[in-house]
T-cell receptor, first 113, second 113 residues
Framework: EAQVTQNPRYLITVTGKKLTVTCSQNMNHEYMSWYRQDPGLGLRQIYYSMNVEVTDKGDVPEGYKVSRKEKRNFPLILESPSPNQTSLYFC????????????FGSGTRLTVV | SQKIEQNSEALNIQEGKTATLTCNYTNYSPAYLQWYRQDPGRGPVFLLLIRENEKEKRKERLKVTFDTTLKQSLFHVTASQPADSATYLCALDVLDSNYQLIWGAGTKLIIKP
């Protein structure tokens, strides 16, 4: 089944403790992206990647890092999480990033206390 | 300022009727416009994409129109069912946006039996 797999589904952590949210797609898509979704603010893009070793900032990149060492994986790293990063996070992929629909993961609900 | 607007109020429709959702934008020249469905706590699911030179697109009970003069897209759900209840998001694919979709905040659709 074609899908984007995110882990974990839920995560509660403490301020300052580094964490990684994994994202993997099995569709050989070139484009991958991370979003956060907060009530009333809609989807906001954090980082995106056009292909292996090619990443770029979205609208809200502060406090996040990403890497794209393999085509299928696009992990999101929070080096020192803070409470304002409490949110619902989604990873998405598409064949080329333009002209096609995005496939989203099931989401990761992160709480930073 | 550039923005994309969807009705923030929930739309309540009687089962069997046609639901119409709007997506308005300003100051963009989108190449494509996409519609997604999102259920609570889940990732958005791609429904339809319409190109700037297309007036209408259909998929089963769904119909999307795109008027670049009015800067508006309409999303219709015909013969609506309670299972169609969800939040519907529109997203613009703008050529000068560095491969970022520009998202509306979504409209919640409630179909009453």
């Amino acid at each position: 089944e074609a899908q984007v797999t995110q882990n974990p589904r839920y995560l509660i952590t403490v301020t300052g403790k580094k964490l990684t949210v994994t994202c993997s797609q099995n569709m050989n898509h070139e484009y991958m992206s991370w979003y956060r979704q907060d009530p009333g603010l809609g989807l906001r893009q954090i980082y995106y990647s056009m292909n292996v070793e090619v990443t770029d900032k979205g609208d809200v990149p502060e406090g996040y890092k990403v890497s794209r060492k393999e085509k299928r994986n696009f992990p999101l790293i929070l080096e020192s999480p803070s409470p304002n990063q409490t949110s619902l996070y989604f990873c998405a992929s598409s064949p080329r990033g333009r002209g096609g629909g995005y496939t989203f993961g099931s989401g990761t609900r992160l709480t930073v206390v | 300022s550039q923005k994309i607007e969807q009705n923030s109020e929930a739309l309540n429709i009687q089962e069997g009727k046609t639901a119409t959702l709007t997506c308005n934008y300003t100051n963009y020249s989108p190449a494509y416009l996409q519609w997604y469905r999102q259920d609570p706590g889940r990732g958005p699911v791609f429904l339809l994409l319409i190109r700037e030179n297309e007036k209408e697109k259909r998929k089963e009970r769904l119909k999307v129109t795109f008027d670049t003069t009015l800067k508006q897209s309409l999303f219709h759900v015909t013969a609506s069912q309670p299972a169609d209840s969800a939040t519907y998001l529109c997203a613009l694919d703008v050529l000068d946006s560095n491969y970022q979709l520009i998202w509306g905040a979504g409209t919640k659709l409630i179909i009453k039996p």
